[in-house]
């Protein structure tokens, strides 16, 4: 009796142990099947590896831009869950996230390659990478259109890239071509070579090309060395499906491909309006929009105790004095404020005159205040409007740079002269904030000014026609002196920019 009891519990408890197992088993192939998306979707992260850099992501005004971001961005809203982006210092780190299963997938610009198939999963092909040839467009010298026309020719390439090897199959077998292959460069120090005639052409991405050509005045593109590449985000190989389903109904929606549109318009095709002038529609919008305007910029003046033509310049430079400007990364109004810039000024409404107006002195009251008082006049100004345009984190970086190659970071020439070298991987890729277009605050505050002598030229003659319907002469005393040195100051500074 004893033995068959012991036999039965035996029986019962290898049957239950069995039932246990089994359904231990169906959850853990339920799990393992459910469901990547799920997973993420229950998590509520969408975890994406990328690098700083210009096709990619960066801080804008402080603020985070670039085509892979704001891509990413709707990719994670599509999915319901937020962007956890991690911005890692190299591609070696950022492969390594990948296969480390630390992130869910790569997007930086990633050529999908037959080597990186191997190793990953391609998502859906969303442009297409081409070599191509730049070239110095001259007054009497045609644009190259063939490979016999680069006979006698220097070309600067990086070495080991996919553009040398674009470059090297395209003229096989052709002589007297010196290719250029430096070391210690970056892309574009060879646009700057070019540019400057130091070399006759160069080799690189024609999107890459598009974020760099309008600081480069007449660098064009003359042709396309070899067949496109094609570029995607890259996941790690997996059995599971779903997450790459949902990738791939993302890419087909409408809705995606015009954003990809318009983020490659925005990024990759930019003509920088820092270059733009006119001297007759300056007239007209100083008589058109500054004047219904000039009350809130007097009371900025009041509030802060900025010169009326600085704020003016400024906002002209920003707007062009237009209320309803938008930029195409989303900043708005006369001053053209950021969303975080909004906020820390307390401005609720940037398309409204007076508070754009109002806000945007006092946040750049706020920049130069933290610029350190060591610093003279008129440097000390020039540095806020620097900040003031690119973010007082990036001009720190500049700073910092300026005195690591042995200028000084207290002088506004010095740190002119570095600012760009922030567009520079060698230089950004050790810096704090990155990649930053290092041209524009250089530009933006030469512009700026220009348009303080300009302005007070134009308003001294709208108010010697009394056409000033607010009869204020607040910029000089009127005398015909000043009169004539403001005149003498426009043409030095300005004419030759005409």
């Keep these: 009796m004893i033995p068959t009891l012991k036999s039965n519990y035996l029986r019962e408890l290898l049957l239950t142990l069995l039932v246990l197992g089994l359904t231990f088993a169906v959850v853990l192939i339920s799990l393992n099947n459910a469901t990547q998306l799920k997973l993420i979707q229950n998590q509520g992260k969408l975890r994406v590896g990328s690098i700083n850099s210009p096709m990619t992501w960066y801080l804008l005004r402080g603020d985070p831009a670039g085509f892979e971001y704001e891509l990413s961005q709707a990719f994670a809203e599509y999915l319901g869950v937020e962007l956890d982006l991690t911005v890692n210092r190299d591609y070696n780190e950022l492969f390594g996230s990948l296969q480390g299963r630390s992130v869910h997938l790569l997007a930086a610009n990633l050529l999908a390659t037959d080597e990186r198939r191997l190793l990953f999963k391609a998502g859906p092909i969303y442009r297409e990478s081409n070599s191509v040839l730049i070239y110095r467009q001259r007054q009497g010298r045609p644009a190259p259109q063939t490979a016999d026309d680069l006979i006698d020719s220097r070309i600067g390439v990086l070495p080991g890239t996919s553009h040398e090897a674009s470059l090297r199959n395209y003229i096989s077998g052709l002589d007297s071509i010196d290719i250029v292959t430096p070391a210690d460069a970056d892309s574009i120090d060879l646009l700057r070579a070019v540019h400057e005639g130091e070399l006759d052409y160069t080799v690189t991405d024609t999107f890459f090309f598009g974020t760099q050509r309008s600081f480069f005045p007449g660098l064009q593109e003359a042709f396309a060395l070899g067949e496109p590449i094609a570029v995607s985000w890259l996941l790690p190989l997996q059995r599971d499906q779903s997450f790459i389903n949902a990738l791939n109904d993302f890419f087909a929606e409408p809705d995606t491909q015009a954003l990809i549109t318009e983020l490659e318009a925005r990024y990759f095709t930019q003509e920088n309006p820092l270059n733009f002038f006119d001297t007759v529609s300056f007239r007209s919008h100083l008589t058109e929009r500054f004047i219904p305007l000039k009350p809130y910029f007097s009371q900025a003046v009041e509030n802060t105790g900025f010169g009326l033509s600085l704020l003016a310049a400024i906002a002209y430079q920003e707007s062009h004095w237009n209320a309803d400007a938008v930029s195409p990364t989303g900043v708005r109004g006369v001053m053209m404020l950021t969303n975080a810039a909004a906020s820390e000024v307390n401005i609720e409404d940037r398309t409204d005159a007076e508070q754009s107006i109002l806000g945007g002195a006092q946040y750049l ?83 700026i000014r220009r348009y303080i002598d300009v302005f007070e030229w134009e308003y001294q003659l709208l108010a010697r026609e009394s056409l000033d319907p607010l009869g204020e002469h607040e910029i000089t005393n009127n005398n015909p002196d000043d009169f004539r040195d403001i005149s003498e100051k426009v043409l030095r500074n300005f004419a030759p920019s005409l």
Excluded at 399 to 411: A, N, V
Excluded at 412 to 438: F, I, M, N, T
Excluded at 439 to 446: A, I, K, L, N, S
């Design 365 to 447: 009251l706020n920049v130069k205040q933290r610029i350190p008082e060591r610093i003279p006049e008129p440097d000390h100004t020039w540095f806020a409007l620097a900040a003031y345009n690119i973010g007082y984190g990036h001009l720190e970086d500049a700073r910092r740079l300026t005195q690591q190659l042995g200028d000084d970071p207290d002088r506004w020439a010095d740190v002119r002269s570095h600012l760009p070298k922030l567009a520079q991987e060698r230089y950004y890729s050790q810096l704090r904030y990155g990649y930053a277009r290092g041209h524009e605050p250089v530009r933006y505050v030469d512009n």
